[in-house]
């Protein structure tokens, strides 16, 4: 049987679309999939992400060295309160998967993964981690929730309390606190202001009614990725994988490169491209004409294929398609996609396409 | 998921419904049960007016957010009349499934008796919805 988030009985009970996602049973949308992504651009959304795999890590010194060694970003770059996007590689410098790790000071370590690969990923942490001997245990006691649009923070006022909200707004972004039980972090997946929550998996549900009850609307995956993927975010298993490396996936800046001596998994693998010249790049494409991107859709210039769409959808804040694509390096501004057949002229531009409400392109 | 099967129309098992015009022909749509499943509509590709098709055969394509669907021809005939105004507001297929979101007018000799009744179509719709693997099941973030 599917995997239900604390959350699952108030999605029923909102009338939400559920569809399996990595296992869970979550909500696709409560109605209207584009009504949900203006909401978080105009106001504010609320998304249930609790089946993202939460892990902490107890011991600071040895873990900060497992994950020196474990991650292409460097903790080293942390303090307590701040938060680090980065990819884990294997050997081969292929993603494992893409997480952020959060400092916590005395108290260790939080790590958060993506659902789809909480086994794999899992399983490739334990023995490594054994080695360190960085002590980690899973989550699952609680629930997360995302809470995101440029009215979240206000509109969480007489939910988290003014005092809770003032110091949650004196973070910066990518930044997180602590206080009441509640872990709260400036992050999120939507390229809007926001949080997201991390309340015990048995006060979630009255966290979330509260939440909605503030004028939050309920939001689904599927606006969540409609949202990313304006925001130029990439999404784990469609724009980057195990046979993929930072560096063709438009996450080359997550890769701390230095200090030189740092032997982070995949490190030599990622010597090795760059010295070759790395062959791809990834690129943002916006379709001209009337049509919806869509991922494997292949990409043109010059009369041969040079590349393959990775995510691609309508986006409901340009009105048009958009997309992220791997191309051969080297690309100009223009391209044409195959949909169905037909080419179709595409800009080639820099994510992201939105940000803050605001479109960034063109 | 309830949805409305108007008792005077046709349909195919691939959620085409027909509506048999005064003047021979036919008009085409996909059905509510449809438009519930694909979600927001942000793309109809329309099938150019003139153009023959076989029954079964594809000759639009709907798009939701997160999923594009082919539309297919109920009946052997020949396209006589498109709904233009899709292009720009993919959305009254959502809005109205059985009027303003007709998709095309088809001109056929074709018997009707051949397509399902709403009976029968219910039975279809009701057997998806116990089992809805039948449109793309999409890839979300997370």
Known sequence: MAKRTPLYLRHAALGAKLVDFGGWDMPLHYGS????????RRAAGLFDVSHMTIVDFAEPAPTRALLRHLLANDVARLYPGKALYTCLLNEAGGIIDDLIVYDRGAIGYRLVLNAATRDKDLAWITPIAERFGAAWRERDDLAMLAAQGPEALARLEPVLGAAMVAAVRALKPFHALEADGLFIARTGYTGEDGVEILPPAATAPELWDRILAAGVAPCGLGARDTLRLEAGMNLYGSDMDETTTPLVSGLGWTVAWEPADRDFVGRAALERQRAAGVPQTFVGLVLEERGVLRGHQSVHADDREIGQITSGTFSPTLTRAIALARVEAGVGVRCQVDIRGKRLPARVVKPPFVRHGRVLIE | MSSIIPADLYYTES??????????????????H?????GDLVFVEIPEVGRAVAAAESC???ES?????DVYSPLDGVIVEVNEALADNP????EDPYGQGWIFRLKTAAALDGLLDARGYEAVAVA?????????NPKLAG
């Open chain 1, 33 to 40: 999939q584009l009504d949900e992504h203006h909401r978080v």
């Open chain 2, 91 to 94: 959305e009254r297929i959502n």
């Open chain 2, 128 to 136: 998806e919805d116990e089992d809805e693997t039948s449109l793309a």
């Open chain 2, 60 to 62: 639009a394509v709907v």
């Open chain 2, 15 to 32: 959620h085409e419904w027909v509506r048999p015009n005064d003047d021979g022909t036919v008009t085409v749509g996909i059905t509510d």
């Open chain 2, 34 to 38: 449809a438009q519930h499943l694909l």
């Open chain 2, 65 to 69: 957010v997160k999923a594009a669907s």
